[in-house]
Structures are given as structure tokens and as C-alpha cells.
């Protein structure tokens, strides 16, 4: 089969590999659709992940298809059965797993090989984190469920309540994946982002204002003017991971408020911080990572229930052969026109339907 395999920094490479086989516990899906991701994107540029895998390995990680084989043992599906399996699943047996905390796992078992024909999925993901697909929704759509799930999280760790107010920095696709997730849940929503072309795409998901840092002389006192008396937002999600918007989202929350520094800067990465504010102030600062198998459930009835504007936010599609081209041009992302994600359909974009 053809699959996409990274060989190291910015180095992908389209290969015939061998049709993945289930053994014990495992199923192998035919992939309808796969989709690009921020991750895969940090992955592509770093040449590897500590905890995904090192080189040379299959790559991409959101996926959903059809069941083409089942392992012995496999009792909770059937060859045929359309499936959105999750790129991970918890022990549920360690320290972490024992305080709920799942997506702490210390033996968090990770899943890799979307982009390309056939994906082997692990026993514990069968098991744990992968869900049917029922009839009437897509697969491309269905493979928003794993990135959602994290949202889904995030949200759930800031105490997003219907009325609230929220700042979302960032409108790249996780950006944006807020803002719509936290206008479904009643939240109000208010917008900073970087370019023209991103103003459109916060206000299709949700934003009911926006602030660009190009256009204000200062952004903290611009967020601030749009919140209720100017005192700031109840919750502020910070979507973009530089050390300069982490300290921006410390400043436009009010007292008493949350800020989600959602966005992961690398590794040695220092803020400076105003403790008078975070103390006097009474805030609580938050840090949102990966999924849980309850999220990616609650994320999927929301992807499965038609309220998540799937298409829209669906921006390509293209077939697997163009999948390392699809990479050289997320690297100069921020051009022209604004790309959400790109589905990756192995045979047709009709098997996705």
C-alpha cells in the first residue's frame, strides 16, 4: 500500500510499505479520510515526536474508515463497520488514570499511519477509543472528533459556562475550533487574531467580536473595552504559543478569572508574569493537554449530532500522493486565503461520504 513516512525534519516521502495485519485484539481500517493537523505539522518540522514515535514512521494521526479486518479477540466490532479511531488510549491503571486524569497517562499508548491506505489500530484504542460511525455522517467529519475532544477538554478545565465571556487568541485551526465549540456551549466570544483573512473565519465560528493586533495600538486595552464594564473576560484561551500572547491573556482576563494557556511554546520557553495581579487579582491559570475517552465521546456527539460546522471547516482536499506537498506549504502558512484543514482521501473522496 502507499503510505506517508517521515524520515526526519521536513522530510516526507510517499512509499509503498506493507498492508498492516491485526493480530490479537487489533483491526485494521481501510482510511476514508485523514486530516491535517497542527501536531503533525510541529512533528513534520521537528522531524520527530518523543512520545509518537521517531523516525523513519508512518505519519498523521486523525483518521476515521472502514473495518477491513478484526484480530482474534475483537469483540465490539465488525468487518464493514465504519469507525473514527483515536490516535491514543490511557492505561487506566497507573497514578495518573487513578486520579481521572487520563490524558496524563504514564503509558499513554500512541497511534500513528493516517495518511496513508490502511491503518492498523492497537487493542487498547480498540478497546478504549474507538467509536462506529453511525450512517449519514461522514468520515472526513468524523475525523474532527480527536482534535475536538482536546477543545472539548480544555473547555471543560476553564468551567466554560453558557454566558460566560471568553477571549480566544489565535484563530489558527485549534483557535477556531474554540470559538465555535465555546459559541455551540452559549459562551460569548470575543476574537484576537492576526490577519484580514482570519477576521471572516472567527466570525463563521462563532466570534461576535474581533480584535486584530495589526489594528490596535494596544491589544490588551482593545480585548478589555469589548468585556462587560472593561474589567475583562471570565476566560481567556490562549491558542498560539509564544511567550508574548501568554502574558497578553494574564492581562485581559478579569479577577477571579481563568486563562487556559492552551497553546504549547517549546521546550525552556520563559513568561513574565505579574504576581500582584495573579494574586490580588484571584486567578487561576490553567494548562489544557491531549484528550480523554469521555471527550472524544462528548466531541464526537457533537461532531455526529450536525451542530459542528464541519464543512466549513474542512478547507482542501487532496489526494495521498499529495500529502508531502500539502506539508511544504503549511510551512509558509499564513499567505493568502485562509486554510483550516485539508482531508487526505487515499482512493475517493466519495468513500468519505
Not at 521537528?46 to 512520545?51: I, N, Q
Not at 459542528?308 to 502558512?333: D, H, N, Q, S, W
Request: hydrophobic share 45%; glycine share 12%; net charge negative.
Amino acid at each position: 500500500m502507499k503510505a506517508a513516512v517521515l524520515y526526519g525534519k521536513e522530510d516526507l516521502r510517499l512509499e509503498e510499505v506493507a498492508v498492516p495485519v491485526a493480530g490479537p485484539g487489533e483491526i485494521v481500517v481501510r482510511v476514508g479520510a485523514a486530516l491535517t493537523c497542527g501536531t503533525d505539522l510541529k512533528v513534520y518540522k521537528r522531524g520527530y515526536h518523543a512520545a509518537m514515535g521517531t523516525p523513519p514512521m508512518l505519519f498523521g494521526h486523525e483518521v476515521a474508515g472502514v473495518v477491513t479486518e478484526i484480530g482474534d479477540g475483537v469483540q465490539w466490532f465488525e468487518v464493514g463497520e465504519r469507525v473514527v479511531p483515536m490516535n491514543s488510549a490511557p492505561c487506566d491503571e497507573c497514578f495518573f488514570c487513578l486520579k481521572g486524569q487520563q490524558n496524563l497517562c504514564e503509558d499513554l499508548l500512541f497511534n500513528n499511519g493516517a495518511y496513508a491506505e490502511y491503518i492498523r489500530i492497537p487493542a487498547r484504542i480498540v478497546e478504549k477509543n474507538t467509536l462506529r460511525v453511525p450512517e449519514g455522517v461522514r468520515l472526513d467529519y468524523a475525523a474532527l472528533t480527536e482534535p475536538l475532544a482536546c477543545v472539548v477538554r480544555g473547555l471543560e478545565e476553564s468551567g466554560a459556562r453558557a454566558g460566560d465571556s471568553m477571549v480566544v487568541i489565535g484563530a489558527g485551526p485549534i483557535g477556531l475550533m474554540f470559538m465555535h465549540a465555546a459559541e455551540l456551549a452559549g459562551v460569548d466570544v470575543i476574537a484576537v487574531v492576526k490577519r484580514e483573512d482570519q477576521v471572516e473565519a472567527a466570525k463563521l465560528f462563532g466570534a461576535r467580536q474581533v480584535v486584530r493586533i495589526d489594528e490596535a495600538v494596544d491589544v490588551v486595552e482593545a480585548v478589555r473595552a469589548l468585556t462587560p464594564a472593561g474589567r475583562g473576560a471570565d476566560i481567556v484561551i490562549e491558542a498560539v504559543a509564544v511567550p508574548e500572547t501568554w502574558e497578553w491573556a494574564v492581562e485581559m482576563v478579569r479577577k477571579g478569572g481563568v486563562v487556559n494557556f492552551f497553546g504549547g511554546p517549546p521546550t525552556g520557553t520563559v513568561v513574565a508574569l505579574d504576581t500582584n495581579r495573579l494574586h490580588y487579582g484571584d486567578i487561576t491559570l490553567k494548562a489544557s493537554f491531549h484528550h480523554t475517552p469521555a471527550t472524544c465521546r462528548t466531541a464526537f456527539e457533537l461532531v455526529s449530532s450536525g451542530r459542528f460546522k464541519c464543512a466549513e471547516y474542512i478547507t482542501g482536499a487532496v489526494g495521498l500522493g499529495e500529502v508531502p506537498a500539502v506539508f511544504e506549504r503549511m510551512m509558509v502558512r499564513g499567505g493568502v486565503g485562509m486554510d483550516i484543514k485539508t482531508a487526505v482521501y487515499p482512493v475517493s473522496r466519495g468513500e468519505a461520504a
